[in-house]
Structures are given as C-alpha cells and as structure tokens.
C-alpha cells in the first residue's frame, strides 16, 4: 500500500537517492529498473542524489546503467562531487581525505590533493579505516586543520549486512578533537546549492525518494521537494508513520511499481 498526501501526476521531476533506494549495492530493488523505465516513457525527468563514496559519479552512472538503468554523469550529484566543488570554491589546494575511491576521483577532478599536511580533514565511508588515519586527521585538527563530512548516516546497508558508515568515523575524529564536523552531504545547505545548480527542475514539482527519514526527508524539505520514503531501506513504514516535522514524508512507498501507475 502507499499512503498518498499529495497527487504525483503534478509530479514532472524524480530524484532518487540510490544507497538502500534504488539498490542494496550489489542488486537494484525489485521493479527498480521497470519503474525508472516507465517514468521516462511518461516525459518525467530523473535524477540521482546520493552521498556515495564509493564510486564516482561517472562510476556511479556506469553502474546503474549496467544494471539496467541508462544514465549519464550529468544526471548524478553526489556529496563526493559537492565537497570537492566547495573545497575548489575555497582555493583549497589539497586535503586529508579519509574516504574511498569515488571520494578520492571527485577531488582529483578538481585538482585538489590528498595531503598529509593539509589544513582540510574531509571524512566520508572507509572500508580501510584504520588507528593511524584517525591519528592523523586528528594532529591535524588539533595543529588548527578543518572538519568537513560527506555525510551524516551511521550505517549502510549491503544486501543483509550492515556496514558503518560516514558518521561512526566523523564522531571518532570530534571525539578526540572536540570539533564538530561540517557536513556537505545530505541534508547541508551546500549540497541543496549545487543540486538547484545541476538539475533543471522547478522544486514544485519535484518528487525526492530517499530511504532515509535522517536524510534524505530532511534534504527534501530543504530544497522545496515533495517527499516519499521506500520502506525497503533504513526506515520501516512504521517509523515513517511515526516521524514528526522535517522527518515525516509526503508519502510512504511499499512497492515501487505502484508509482508508474499513479501518474
């Protein structure tokens, strides 16, 4: 069933997130692909936002489109992406990145470097997080260095595993230091700026589909969107029931195949 606050055929513009939304990582969701495919046929635009570090955004648009969902580079905003504009909007020339390979891309595209000495702690998703790192990124912060996270979600979910994620490593680092990190991943200002840059929409019609009430609802209301949660991700439809101000979505989604039909 889905719990409808509002009608989705005044509905022209889709964002979905894409970590527990469109895919566990290793698969889509069931009748992800389908839907996106319908959506398209129908004339609405589609676009992703996430704050996966991973891969890329040019990795990112490879996958889905391996998977069955053509998309192209453009079409993708990652907090990966955002913090490496901002730092190149700051003249920042170089940064201690704790994060992964798409993380490491994004800034490389802006030729900002992976410094030791850099007066920029920029954390995210590190499956190869380790004493030493946390060490370093806190001598630096403590020799007068910056904070800055892609992201604010304690965990990820891989298939039915559960992984952490940007906040556990974040909150080890403020822990220490005593400083609290500034975030460009959902749900900052920042991000919202460059999403309104990136994409060609008008936010009143404009649906985000997260499945995250932490995140990706707030994000939403932020940048004027509409909102729905999938239940199949980080927030069961109890939770979304439940979820009160900026948290509680527009709709809540069960099955993502409804949503071809309603608009």
Known sequence: MTVIYFNYKNVKTFIFDLDGTVWNWNHLFPNMAETIKKLKAKNRKIFYVSDNNILSRKGLAERLTQMGIPTDTE??????????RYLKEKKIKSVYAIGEKGLMDELSNFNIQISEKSEIVLTSI???????KLKTACDLIRDGAKLYSTGSAPLWRVNGDILPAELPI???IEVVTGETATIL?????????IVLEEFFLFPEDTLFIGDDIKTDMPFAHKCSFRSALVTHGLTSHKKALDAQGDEKPDAIINDIKELANLI
């Open 126 to 132: 590190d499956r190869g997080f380790t004493f030493w």
């Open 75 to 84: 079409a993708i905003v990652t907090a990966p992406y955002a913090a490496a």
């Open 185 to 193: 991943g959902k749900p900052s200002d920042y991000l919202k700026k």
């Open 170 to 172: 974040q909150k080890a």
